[in-house]
């Protein structure tokens, strides 16, 4: 099998891996000469769920002992299997850098023969790239559960982020559907991470030139809609790593049909809608001070499709409403729909000079047709009559209008909500 045919069989096996992006990547590895992400100019783009289009995104192998049943890698599917050497790992980085296809790597594999041999794998790969060919440029590494503690610690000298799929929200599905898999194994990988980043920060802080560990941190993903598990589980679980782990970002894919599938599998992908709701959700309990069990109230403990997450909290406490945009602190006006946590900042600044009137507010480009009912502003505010009323959902919703094939959401982006 030559490269080409390898590669289009493990750059569609690593499809389903939504863990990567490169936006914790700042700077450029000094004394590299190839592979500058700011030297160069070169822009990290997003897909509008949040996810990095530019780097090369494959699997070493698709071959795997594990067998989970979402996978379309596991051991009893019967997809075309392929694998690469190192050497044509590194190959492919660098033809495809020098040809300015791609920013960076994002490297995972099928667990081949055990944890530790895989991980040295791949380290092998990214040691290569680094000392060898002097690549400078951002490089993501799965990290495999049950990797020794030393092996883990040389990946991150090499890569920018390292990554441990935790894959499902609960111990109890990952029993059903990923025996081999357990929680506190994938926990106790991202404990380990998270250590010696914690390890390397306090030695650079007192002064010492710790070696660079995993500059970007550490990320996960998650697969929504494998199983029945609702909203409020992932959204807890999500809670869970950021506070204990301090992971930087969790992504939630949504799951997608595989070939002869397990039959407790479902037949379709939840609606992408969830996921983009997940994400909102997410956002929420990081910049905007709100807890997992707040933001899912709904009775089967799922996030609404038809409304953002913050407007249905709105919603559902407007005894908590009209915030008076002149005196409220920042934690209060966080929770006011369609005012994002940048327009807080501004809000917060300009009011040491002037109160703010509703067309301040405007100005500021604030969400005004979602925040105008829960809003008290220097001027009188007559949208505040409708804090009470029942079709207050239908006065505050975004009007329907026609996409365009450009115009990119900015919240999604920006993550404002
Ligand atoms: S360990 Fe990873 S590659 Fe292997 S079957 Fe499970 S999810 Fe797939």
């Known amino acids: 099998m030559n490269v080409q045919e390898k590669l289009a069989i493990l750059a569609d096996a690593a499809k389903y891996d939504a863990s990567c992006a490169s936006s914790g990547s700042k700077s450029t590895r000094s004394g590299s000469k190839i592979g500058s992400t700011e030297g160069m100019g070169i822009c990290h783009s997003y897909t509008p769920d949040g996810r990095c ?3 090369l995104k494959i699997l070493l192998t698709n071959y795997c002992i594990y067998d989970c049943q979402y996978c379309v890698n596991r051991i009893s599917s019967d997809t ?17 850098y020098k040809r300015n296809y791609i920013e960076g790597l994002f490297l995972s594999s099928g667990i081949i023969q055990n944890s530790d041999y895989t991980m040295e794998q791949l380290i092998a790969v990214a040691k290569q790239l680094r000392v060898n060919e002097h690549y400078g440029g951002y490089i993501h590494l799965k990290t495999i559960p049950n990797a020794a503690q030393a092996l883990i610690e040389e990946a991150g000298r090499w ?58 941190g550490q990320s ?33 894919s949504a799951y997608s049909p595989i070939p002869h599938a397990d039959a407790r599998l479902p037949g379709q992908s939840p609606p992408l809608v969830r996921e983009h709701r997940l994400y909102q959700a997410d956002w929420l ?10 933001i899912v109230a709904d009775s089967d403990q799922n996030l609404s499709l038809d409304m953002d997450p913050k407007f249905a909290w709105a919603l559902a406490n407007r005894h908590f409403f009209p915030v008076d945009i002149n005196k409220a602190s920042r934690e209060e006006l966080l929770r006011i729909p369609g005012i994002g946590a940048r327009n807080v900042g501004r809000i917060l600044s300009i009011r040491r000079y002037k109160a703010l009137r509703s067309s301040d507010l405007r100005k500021l480009r604030v969400a005004w047709n979602r925040a105008k009912c829960f809003v008290i502003t220097a001027d009188s505010n007559p949208n505040l009559e409708n804090l009470d009323k029942t079709d207050l959902k239908s006065k505050a919703s975004p009007k329907s209008r026609q996409l365009m094939l450009f115009d990119t959401a900015s919240s999604a982006l920006s993550g404002e909500v």
């Open 53 to 55: 289009v530019s780097l």
């Open 80 to 96: 075309p299997r392929a694998r690469f050497t190192v050497d044509e790992v590194v190959s492919l980085t660098m033809e495809f």
């Open 159 to 216: 890569a920018d982020r390292l990554s441990v799929n935790i894959e499902l929200p609960t111990e109890h599905d990952l029993q059903r559907l990923a025996p081999e898999k357990k929680k506190p194994q994938i926990v106790d990988a991202m404990q380990g991470i998270r250590s010696k980043i914690d390890e390397t920060k306090s030695e650079r802080k007192a002064g010492f030139k710790a070696p660079r560990f995993a500059p970007a």
């Open 220 to 252: 996960t993903q998650m697969i929504v809609g494998a199983t029945e598990t609702p909203d409020l589980e992932i959204l807890k679980t999500a809670s869970e790593l950021y506070i204990g782990q301090k992971l930087r970002r969790v992504y939630y």
């Open 285 to 294: 309990m990081r910049f905007y001070g709100f807890d997992a069990n707040e």
